[in-house]
């Protein structure tokens, strides 16, 4: 088989195909692309056996039929030093060999077979649930929460997003016991209740790849895999498997005090505080008060300290709190108001961080921490 592809538009299809590849492959064939042409149109594939992920390409100029897999970081590596050129890819599929020719010079590269691929898993008809969102939506869900999920491997359902559909809305929930996000879309549902757990890997190659979509997003899912397909993109993976917490039950509900403060000054006192805090623990205590918030932080191992006091409007009793600076950063780094609202019960009890305004009126946006034990 043979085709002529554009060596700038090839290299930009297999660099966001690629990020599947890990780099400690069970099966050595999964270090490979493969390619698929039939009916003038190139299906480029890679996978880990967990995601899948395929992109396609039209092809104007192309002869014969046929697949074979092809060596990834020999491809990518030698592609990236070619300057905007038509290259002409002439693929043997008795030897599995691959001669690629260019303006003036010739590569030849050794393919395999094929079919020793892995191949596409299918989804359960009885229990297939689709629904379609926007791909700006998608990303923003999967984007806002993201960051919030676990590294835990007893654990394995915390190491996910817990997407959960229902007939009133769509929610998007990440939590790694220190922090949770939820993130909910009053403007999708699926016509039925139904919810899956999307594995961080897949859930970051689909951030990266849908700020390019222009289409909406096809979600299909069964007990054990999700397909999201766009734009000539499908990619597949295999679920999390076991039952989401409860988070409802961790938000706590009432919370007599409030704080509202500037987003941009909190982050910004935040950082530069936290260079003082103790490195074991990163804490960084709040002192609260009607008019005033101070922020500040030591290392007694290294008589260090700082401390910081930020203007603000708070209601309720003076209280101090601590928090882990790292979270509480990440937190408002993934708050988009220009102010927050902080709100608090206790020391001892988790706060509730909301935008002030959301960028959506069909979103709600809810961001929780867990405190740290202020040492007297």
């Excluded at 706060?351 to 921490?369: C, G, T, Y």
Aim: hydrophobic share 40%; net charge negative; aromatic share 8%.
């Amino acid at each position: 088989m043979k085709f002529v592809v554009s060596s700038t538009e090839l290299l930009n299809h297999l660099l966001a195909v690629g990020r599947v590849i890990s780099s400690k492959n069970t099966l050595p064939i999964l270090d490979n692309f493969l390619f698929q042409l039939k009916g003038g149109e190139l299906v480029i594939t890679a996978s880990d056996l967990e995601s899948t992920l395929t992109t396609k390409m039209t092809m104007e100029n192309s002869e014969g039929e046929g697949d074979i897999a092809v060596p990834g970081r020999r491809l990518t590596d030698t592609l990236k030093e070619f300057p905007e050129q038509p290259l002409t890819f002439d693929i043997s599929t008795e030897n599995y060999s691959v001669v690629i020719n260019s303006e003036n010079g010739k590569y030849t590269i050794s393919g395999q077979n094929g079919e020793d691929f892995p191949q596409y898993p299918v989804l359960k008809e009885d229990m297939k649930t689709s629904v379609t969102m926007n791909s700006g939506t998608l990303l923003k869900g999967v984007g806002k929460t993201l960051f919030a999920t676990a590294e835990d491997e007893l654990r394995p359902v915390m190491n996910g997003i817990f997407m959960e559909f229902a007939d009133e809305n769509t929610t998007f929930v990440a939590s790694d016991a220190h922090k949770l996000v939820r993130y909910k879309r009053f403007d999708i549902s699926s016509g039925k209740e139904s919810s899956f757990i999307f594995p961080k890997k897949p859930a970051t190659l689909l951030k990266n790849i849908l700020p390019k979509a222009k289409s909406d997003v096809i979600i299909e899912f069964d007990d054990k895999n999700a397909f999201f397909t766009f734009d000539g993109y499908s990619l597949v993976c295999r679920l999390v498997e076991g039952d989401y917490p409860s988070y409802n039950s961790v938000i706590p509900t009432d919370n007599p005090y409030k704080l509202i403060v500037d987003r941009g000054d909190f982050l910004n006192i935040l950082r530069r505080v936290s260079v003082f805090s103790s490195q074991s623990s990163h804490l960084v205590k709040l002192e609260l008060s009607s008019n005033l918030m101070t922020v500040s932080a030591q290392d007694i191992d290294f008589s260090i300290s700082a401390y910081e006091k930020l203007p603000c409007q708070y209601e309720g009793e003076p209280m101090e709190i601590g928090f882990k600076s790292t979270f509480l950063v990440d937190i408002l780094n993934n708050l988009s108001s220009p102010e927050v609202i902080m709100e608090l019960s206790d020391p001892s009890r988790a706060a509730i961080l909301l935008p002030v305004e959301n960028e959506n009126e069909q979103e709600d946006v809810l961001m929780l921490i867990m405190p740290m034990m202020i040492n007297v």
